[in-house]
């Protein structure tokens, strides 16, 4: 056969007719023969390759996105190339680098703000780049996701709805984390609008042994709160466990509320009150982005997604005694 029936037919493409197509490809396994795609992209000046670079797939909610990402782009034959960061900017631009060395077509990055770097090195090389977990519609890179900051200020709302007027915050850490800082910012925005400030806030890594060693010290203060925000569901699981640890029923002496709704915040005891965040439709959000600006057509800059409160076991009317 010809070379150019053989790619044809490896390549999938619906003019091959179908038992030639399989001859093809029976010969090829045997063979053990893999089309090499430095060549397709040589051809085509395209290496059929998203990045993305998220700041860790330990925690569940990265996981989803990526995998819808992924799922949407496999769709088109695109395949995915992924990095972490660790909410490091410096390693976050290192990678950057390395996908852009890579020859990958465009980049799926985490919130609004990066390295000085990132801006100058993929405008120069006009990679497409779209942003997750941020809605920014003003800014300069295109982005898909929500407004952090509205989210805990309405979360917060919640807890004060119901009578809580004694709040302490366990957030993320701040520093190269913009949509931790924006969760920060929800919270004291909720409660200056009541003229009320935060028993506390205290800044921690995002681990479950973080959230009970935070927990224990904000239990352990004079003034004691009667509700605990925190950053994520993570430190929301250290947040319960430390307070059944001490004894301290929630929610009956004190309310506990996440963000992420991650699946095992419905099956903890009692079930956690969280922002549930569209992750999945950010990543498929993404991987559309990209593939319509790829293929020259016109997509919204911005797109803005909305957090659902999911109110379950974990919140409740502050005891009557501290109202």
Request: proline fraction near 4%; aromatic fraction near 4%.
């Given at each position: 056969?010809?070379?150019?029936?053989?790619?044809?037919?490896?390549?999938?493409?619906?003019?091959?007719?179908?038992?030639?197509?399989?001859?093809?490809?029976?010969?090829?396994?045997?063979l053990g023969y893999v089309?090499?795609?430095?060549?397709?992209?040589?051809?085509?000046?395209?290496?059929?390759?998203i990045g993305a670079v998220v700041p860790t797939i330990d925690n569940a909610i990265f996981a989803r996105a990526i995998n819808a990402?992924?799922?949407?782009?496999?769709?088109?034959?695109?395949?995915?190339?992924?990095?972490?960061?660790?909410?490091?900017?410096?390693?976050?631009?290192?990678?950057?680098?390395?996908?852009?060395e890579h020859g990958v077509d465009g980049i799926v990055l985490v919130g609004a703000r990066h390295h000085d770097g990132v801006l100058p090195l993929i405008g120069a090389r006009g990679i497409p780049v779209v942003c997750t977990w941020t809605y920014e519609p003003d800014g300069a890179l295109a982005t898909i996701g929500f407004d952090n900051r509205t989210a805990m200020r309405r979360l917060t709302g919640h807890l004060l709805d119901l009578g809580h007027r004694r709040l302490a915050m366990i957030a993320g850490i701040a520093e190269g984390n913009d949509r931790a800082a924006a969760r920060r910012e929800g919270f004291c925005d909720a409660l200056?609008?009541?003229?009320?400030?935060?028993v506390s806030i205290l800044e921690r890594?995002?681990?479950?042994?973080?959230?009970?060693?935070?927990?224990?010290?904000?239990?352990?203060?004079?003034?004691?709160?009667?509700?605990l925000v925190c950053g994520n569901d993570i430190l929301a699981f250290g947040a319960l466990?430390?307070?059944?640890?001490?004894?301290?029923?929630?929610?009956?002496?004190?309310?506990?509320?996440?963000?992420?709704?991650?699946?095992?915040?419905?099956?903890v005891t009692p079930p956690l009150t969280t922002m549930r965040v569209p992750s999945a439709d950010m990543g498929r959000l993404a991987a559309e982005h990209l593939l319509a600006r790829l293929a020259g057509r016109d997509t919204p800059k911005?797109?803005?997604l909305e957090p659902e409160l999911i109110v379950r076991g974990t919140t409740a009317p502050p005891p009557r005694r501290s109202r």
């Open positions: 056969m010809s070379i150019s029936t053989v790619s044809r037919a490896l390549g999938g493409h619906a003019r091959v007719d179908a038992v030639l197509a399989e001859r093809v490809r029976t010969a090829a396994a045997r089309p090499d795609r430095r060549g397709r992209a040589l051809v085509q000046r395209r290496s059929l390759s990402l992924q799922v949407r782009l496999d769709a088109d034959g695109y395949r995915l190339l992924l990095a972490t960061n660790e909410y490091d900017l410096g390693r976050e631009f290192a990678d950057v680098q390395a996908l852009v200056e609008a009541r003229r009320l400030a935060p890594p995002y681990a479950i042994t973080e959230g009970r060693a935070a927990t224990r010290a904000l239990l352990a203060a004079p003034r004691r709160p009667t509700a466990a430390e307070a059944r640890a001490m004894g301290v029923d929630v929610p009956g002496a004190l309310s506990i509320t996440g963000f992420d709704d991650v699946d095992l915040a419905s099956h911005a797109i803005a």
